[in-house]
């Protein structure tokens, strides 16, 4: 039986093994250390710890994962350490433990970050990931000093609570991370090689490029009437000049404006050429072992809190190549995409009494929105939404938003808020306090953004009007939505973590608003609900007692490709 309130901080030490002590409810000791000459045996040993403190989740779960032991929670102290400096306003300041270990005692000399880690590929000589991170962990006694006062740190944040359950759930999301890396993702390698045959034809003997893509070289040749190299955007760039178009890029929306017979092979190379070189035959041998494709995800890898990943591109895995991505025999993937997620953000964030209202339905929130502002015009008020989010004020952005702030003063004024705060130098903040810097070069007023108190027009200090802090607006204003949105995710996550323990099912990827569960089955259905039950606790749990509600469309599937 787990006891709630039982909380161990763990230091490994170099022999392989680790120091233990309990701790009380300040995060200072409440029983003696414990020496234990293996790592895995001590927590084995140790069933009824609900939370773990230790250094870093990567220096030990994929360790302890290995071994068979999962454990429930954990408090990743170098994870908290990150998101108490930004919010403190010192966002950049070294984050290791022995970091803040110098700042806790006065040192004058604060030890810079170890640089970042490397994935390897699997099945190389270098591969590291089941490895402990280079860092050296602190003692125990350390350890346990820089939690303690960051238990103090959380006390003196704006919103404790809510400071309490960002750093939580940042913790929750590094133990999901390391089990998806130790679960992987199915892939079919034979899936994989027949489509890029069918995509890139043969490949040619000494590792030039495959049929296809020499063919399309050759045209865009041809079209020039001299040889170009389609993968040198200078060598394009030229060649369209000697021909007499002036083009500034090779972007696909640039060069699809083009009348030039270059054109369309040119274009049917670029999109090849990314599945090459990005998910080809050489990423299928370096990254899929034994039916598994296993990156390294990094919760928190962007300042909104999006994941990001250490190697192998798992976030953009292209639609054709998400064929080779198949349930094992007897399993299926249950594929659930959160709807309309960021609007239902901003509904739940701004309190605005009339979008919350819009924001509690499962149907349609655009066509929703429609019908009170548009006219029943759903893609006008799509625009004018993500308008709002994003910062397309110009133009029939700026018409469309001035329509959505009579229906929905509240939310409007909200993004509005985060803008000027961002051009302004202030920090600005997400629901539960994940903070964004302010730009280099800004200074950061005292007051937070991200909470407005007054409306626009009362009190605001004015824009100084330069493309620098416009743009810096446009990325705060989508900044308390996205990152509250993130903020949401990782609460999903626990939470659909925890319903499946009982079950064979696994966590197996996530991005964004996006995630799959692999499963026998016979449990998709109950995954399906897991997935309901799971975004509702984390509605609650991060924005409160509101009607905003956060459907997610699940489909059941035997490959990743069906789903969409």
Known sequence: ??????????????????????????????GPVAHEPDLVAAVRSRPGVARWVWRETHAVYPRLLAAGVRVERCYDVEAAETLLLAHEGRHGEPR???????RLRGDR?????????????????????????????VPLGDLVAVHAEQQRRHRAATHPDRMRLLTASES?????????HAAGLPWRADVHRAVLRDLLGERYAGGGEPRRLAELR????????????????????KAFAQAGIKVTSTRRWELEGLDHPAVRPLLAYKKLYRIYTAHGWSWLQDWVRDGRFRPEYLPGGTVSGRWTTNGGGALQIPKVIRRAVVADPGWRLVVADAD??????????????????????????????????????????????LGAIYGQTSGDGLKNLALLRRRFPKAVAYVDEAARAGEEGRLVRTWLGRTCPPAAGTTAFPEEAGLPQETPQQGQRQSTGSPHTRARGRFTRNFVVQGSAADWTLLVLAALRRSLTD????????????????????????????????????????????PVRFPFTTVTVECYAEAK
């Open 340 to 385: 309309q997620m960021e609007p239902r953000v901003l509904a739940a964030i701004s309190r605005d009494p009339a979008f919350m209202e819009v924001a509690g339905r499962t149907s349609d929130l655009y066509q929703s929105v429609s019908d009170k502002a548009f006219s029943g015009d759903r893609d006008q008020a799509k625009i004018a939404v």
């Open 96 to 102: 290791s433990a022995a970091a803040a270990l110098a």
């Open 218 to 237: 050759d045209e865009v040749s041809a079209a020039f009437g001299r040889p170009v190299r389609p993968d040198l955007p200078a060598d394009v760039l």
């Open 503 to 546: 079950m064979a099912a696994e966590l197996v990827f996530f991005q964004h608003d996006e995630v799959i569960v692999h499963c026998p089955a016979a449990e998709a259905a109950q995954v399906t609900e897991a997935v309901r039950a799971a975004s509702d606790l984390a509605g609650r749990l991060t924005f409160g007692d509101t």
């Open 172 to 180: 929750a999301g590094m133990l999901v991370a390391a089990e998806m």
């Open 109 to 137: 000399a604060v030890p810079p970050d170890p640089p970042p880690r490397t994935a390897a590929p699997v099945g190389t000589a270098t591969e590291s990931l089941f490895e402990p991170s280079p860092p050296v962990d």
């Open 1 to 30: 039986m787990t006891d709630p309130t039982a909380r161990w901080a763990l230091a490994p030490t170099e022999s392989g093994g680790a120091d233990l002590v309990p701790l009380g409810e300040d995060g200072l000791p409440a």
